[in-house]
C-alpha cells in the first residue's frame, strides 16, 4: 500500500478470528481516529504510511486495504 512519505489514510484493518479485541488496543495506542465494526472482524483507522506497514506485516491481521468510497453503477 504505498503511500506519499508522512500522508496518512483511512484504511480496514481486517482481523483474524478472535484477534479483534487485540488489534483494537494496537490501534488505540497509534490514534483516536478509528471505529470499530462488530458484525465484522475489522476496524478503520486513519494511519500513517509507516503504521500501515506495520499492520499489514503484524499476525493478528488478515489484510489491509485502502478505505475508499464506493458506488454502484445501474
Known amino acids: 500500500m ?3 512519505f508522512g500522508e496518512s489514510r483511512s ?3 481486517r482481523v ?3 484477534r479483534k479485541a487485540a488489534v483494537t488496543n ?3 495506542r497509534r490514534t483516536s481516529h478509528f471505529h470499530v ?4 472482524n475489522a476496524v478503520t483507522a486513519r494511519l500513517s504510511p509507516r503504521e500501515i506497514r506495520e499492520f499489514e506485516n503484524d ?3 488478515e489484510s489491509v486495504s485502502i478505505n475508499a468510497d ?3 453503477l445501474a
Open 2 to 4: 504505498k503511500s506519499s
Open 11 to 13: 484504511v480496514i484493518i
Open 16 to 18: 483474524k478470528a478472535g
Open 26 to 28: 494496537k490501534v488505540s
Open 37 to 40: 465494526h462488530r458484525l465484522i
Open 59 to 61: 499476525p493478528d491481521v
Open 70 to 72: 464506493v458506488t454502484a
